[in-house]
């Protein structure tokens, strides 16, 4: 998840370099010491329409419980679905499709 948060604000044709320290790896690893990745982005694709389509439409629902829970007055439980439907859909924000942009801002 760290990693994906971190490559999603690197541009085609652009290099990154990610930090990663020892305690974000898997203890499996056996790994004591900072590892870095260093990315090339050299192609970015958009995402098909029906994973889309599944995204959106799961994202939703978990803001539309969300509000049932606030509703309710049940704060903590509306903020554990909004942030499950943010979770869903927060790399679309991204994409340089302006009618995907459009679709995620209305199901924030």
């Known amino acids: 998840l760290y990693l994906e948060d971190a ?3 690197v541009h085609k044709n652009q290099t ?7 305690s974000y790896l898997d203890p499996k690893l056996n790994i004591n010491e900072e590892v870095e990745y260093i990315v090339k982005v050299l192609e970015l694709h958009s995402i098909n329409d029906e994973n889309l389509e599944k995204k959106l439409e799961t994202a939703q629902k ?3 419980q969300g509000n049932s829970y606030f509703k309710k007055d ?3 439980n509306a903020l ?10 927060r790399y679309l924000s991204f994409e340089t499709d302006e009618s995907i942009k459009k679709r995620v ?4």
């Open 16 to 22: 990154a370099i990610i930090k990663v320290q020892p």
């Open 74 to 76: 049940q704060y903590e």
């Open 62 to 64: 978990r803001k539309e």
């Open 7 to 9: 490559l999603s604000h």
């Open 105 to 108: 801002e209305e199901v924030r």
């Open 80 to 89: 554990k679905k909004y942030n499950a439907g943010y979770d869903i859909i």
